[in-house]
């Protein structure tokens, strides 16, 4: 299984780092990739993860209002909304895509949130990349 | 300023010389978890790979210099420290690139502590670290110089956009740690109307007497507004437009501190009796006298709201713990929907309640009956109570003013009350969303709770910190491609920081003095005109590739 967390540089990739701190536990399957703010998040790098034999892909960004750039995190789940729309298009669950607004220091809601990707993907099945494939 | 590249922002990456990898133990805390040995062996037979070293702790001074010897080689151009959080570890391995004599933009750190050896199983971790470290292989060898400027000369001058208190407290502080300032006031008049503090104003006496204090270090121009900002943080030009007529003041930092304007409370007029307001009941205070009788404080205005400004109930605290330590006897009633006690205000609120004072929180504004009769709703009880008053107290009311004309031109945007926005104070208390722009003043959204003096210091310690250090413009900002742009305004209306622009030729323009790099624009662009030399699409897009383990 893959899953990969595509986390803003200050709350979601804290909220990583502070789920390892707490000792806290999630599946080995989320990788996360850290872009500056979730309003760098493109459609097109959601679908290339899909397209590379992602099962799932999170989006994790600061708490609405609570944004290091404002409102990136706003743009974002606008995008979200729009690529999940273009995902059932294409065939691919719009479930397997999802944006979580988790603050820095709250690590139990990141491991809560990958949890929650990991048994979607366990409901859905693989990613379209890896059905076809095996 | 910054020049991009001639070919655009999309040029073809610059192939590195060689990466040199160092995995970090952590003191064993990630050894314990991963199979340092087995990921050094996978990972030397990379073709990028220079040289792959397993370190103790590099974090400690022992391995910085193992570090710094290997990188000076000349064999890489590049590094990766996999070890613990790009947070806390970032700013310490940029120094050891730029002593190295490698450009730090080229640093790429992978987080195989926090985010893998403390989370996983040994064996699972093991494996998602090996994915981890190549993703940030492929990153890395697609790094790109971010382009950066030192400022040679950093211009030690502060100027400060202010009206009234907060400005001349910010003069005093900036004066003292030895600045130069300049004032620019939209008023006639510069005056510290705060209650209880020396004044300076303009009038002969005062003012003649802090001017000489302060010598040539400062200027003030009254009835001034700017209408322009230019330059870099370290370097900026402001226009003036003065009743003499235009000028520019040269500044390295610039404080805003606009405070609000006092106006007479509405509430004033409709109650009977002894009613006088926060403002005059502490200037009361500090002269010694006291106010007859029970007092009751109504903090709030008529809708029954309390929160149309916490600092009301700040003031209410305040004056309630000053009035029960003169005067123990006193019956002090504070009437409010919700005390709003931030910052130290915390402490005032719970020695007034141990003082005596009694908070009683309602959701409508009470029934003022006549002859010294309160009828309240009392949220705790449930029920109404009748209280007898002698002194009623009611907040002192001010009016923010018109701000919008300065904030376009400086670029920080108002809150939807019509104050400044403030940016996380958490994160960059005091500061603006622009930098080298700092905030004070009570026409500033309220976040830090420490007191119009405080805030006013506390901006000019920080300005004053930032002209201490040396000025780099190296962050990762937006780079526009003119050709491919279409002059859609997309990343114009996205910008938080006002930062792109439409030039004479209809193309984005990014000031790079505002940039902050967040990348908002580069996604939504519609044209695909816009990059960071960071975060590319094809960087980010490989980076997902590799974390996928190259499945496909």
């Known amino acids: 299984m893959k899953i990969i967390a595509l986390v803003c540089s200050f709350c979601g990739y804290s909220s990583a780092d502070m789920a390892g701190a707490n000792g ?111 | 300023m910054r020049q991009p590249s001639p070919d655009g922002p999309h040029a073809p990456l610059i192939a590195p010389n060689g990466v040199a990898i160092f995995l970090c133990r952590c003191r064993g805390v990630v050894a314990g978890k991963l199979d ?91 494996d998602k670290a090996r994915i981890m470290i190549r993703a940030s292989l492929r990153r890395s060898t697609m790094l790109q110089p971010v382009p950066s400027r030192r400022l040679e000369e950093v211009d030690k001058g502060i100027a400060i956009i202010g009206n009234g208190h907060s400005a001349v407290v910010a003069v005093r502080e900036a004066i003292g740690l030895g600045h130069h300032v300049t004032v620019i006031c939209p008023c006639d008049e510069l005056v510290d109307d705060a209650h209880g503090e020396e004044t300076i104003t303009l009038e002969e006496t005062g003012f003649e007497r802090f001017r000489k204090q302060a010598g040539g270090a400062l200027t003030i121009t009254t009835s001034s507004v700017v209408t322009g900002i230019s330059g870099v943080p370290g370097s900026f030009a402001l ?115 141990e003082a005596g004072a009694v908070v009683i929180r309602t959701d409508k504004f009470p029934d003022i009956g006549k002859e010294g009769a309160i009828t309240i709703k009392d949220l705790n009880l449930g029920h109404s109570i009748t209280l007898r008053y002698d002194t009623i107290v009611i907040d002192s009311s001010t009016e923010i003013p018109d701000l919008q004309e300065l904030a376009s031109i400086i670029g920080i945007p108002l809150d939807a009350r019509g104050r400044f926005r403030r940016p996380i104070a958490k994160l960059k208390p005091s500061s603006s969303l622009r930098e080298g722009v700092f905030l004070c003043g009570t026409a500033t959204e309220r976040n830090l709770g420490i007191g119009p003096g405080l805030e006013a210091r506390s901006s000019v310690v920080m300005a004053s910190a930032m002209l201490q250090e040396e000025m780099v413009d190296d962050g990762d900002k937006a780079e526009v491609w003119p050709e491919k742009c279409s002059g859609c305004l997309t990343c114009v209306r996205l910008c938080p920081y006002s930062a792109p622009s439409i030039d004479q030729e209809g193309r984005a323009l990014i000031d790079v003095s505002r940039c902050q790099g967040c990348g908002i624009c580069v996604s939504a662009c519609p044209s695909k005109a816009l990059q960071m030399s960071s975060f590319r699409d094809d960087q980010i897009e490989e980076q997902i590739k590799a974390s996928l383990g190259g499945l496909r």
């Open chain 2, 36 to 126: 340092m040995e087995v990921l050094r062996d996978e990972l030397s037979s990379s073709p990028e790979v220079r040289t792959v070293d397993v370190l103790e702790d590099c974090c400690s001074a022992e391995d910085m210099d193992r570090m710094r010897l290997s990188l000076m080689s000349g064999e890489v151009d590049r590094f990766i420290v996999a070890g613990c959080s790009f947070k806390t570890s970032h700013d310490r391995f940029m120094h050891l690139a730029k002593d190295a004599g490698l450009d730090p933009s080229m640093v790429e750190l992978c987080n195989i502590k926090e985010q893998c050896a403390l989370v996983h199983p040994k064996k699972e971790a093991t």
């Open chain 2, 239 to 353: 226009a003036i437009s003065t009743p003499l007529g235009e000028t520019t003041v040269n500044a390295g930092a610039v404080i805003v501190a606009m405070d609000e304007a006092p106006v007479e409370n509405p509430l004033r007029k409709m109650l009977m009796g002894d009613v006088i307001d926060q403002h005059q009941l502490e200037t009361m205070l500090r002269s010694g006298m006291r106010p007859e009788g029970t007092v009751v404080m109504l903090a709030m205005d008529l809708s029954g709201e309390s929160a149309f400004d916490p600092m009301s109930t700040h003031e209410a605290v305040h004056n309630a713990l000053y009035l029960k330590s003169m005067s123990p006897r006193t019956q002090v009633m504070i009437i409010t929907r919700e005390v709003f006690a931030l910052g130290q205000c915390e402490h005032g609120y719970r020695r007034a309640q």
């Open chain 1, 24 to 134: 806290e536990t999630y599946p080995s399957s989320v990788v996360p990739v850290r872009v500056p703010c979730t309003g760098r998040v493109d459609i097109r790098h959601i679908i290339a993860a899909f397209r590379n034999g992602a099962d799932a892909v999170m989006v994790i960004g600061c708490l609405e209002g609570n944004c290091n750039y404002q409102y990136g995190n706003i743009e974002a789940r606008k995008r979200v909304v729009q690529a999940r729309e273009l995902l059932s298009q294409l065939g691919i669950d719009g479930e397997r895509l999802e944006m979580f607004n988790i603050a820095s220091n709250q690590g139990w809601r990141f491991a809560e949130a990958a949890k929650e990707m990991e048994s979607r993907v366990a409901r859905l099945g693989p990613g379209p990349i890896r059905r076809d494939h095996t």
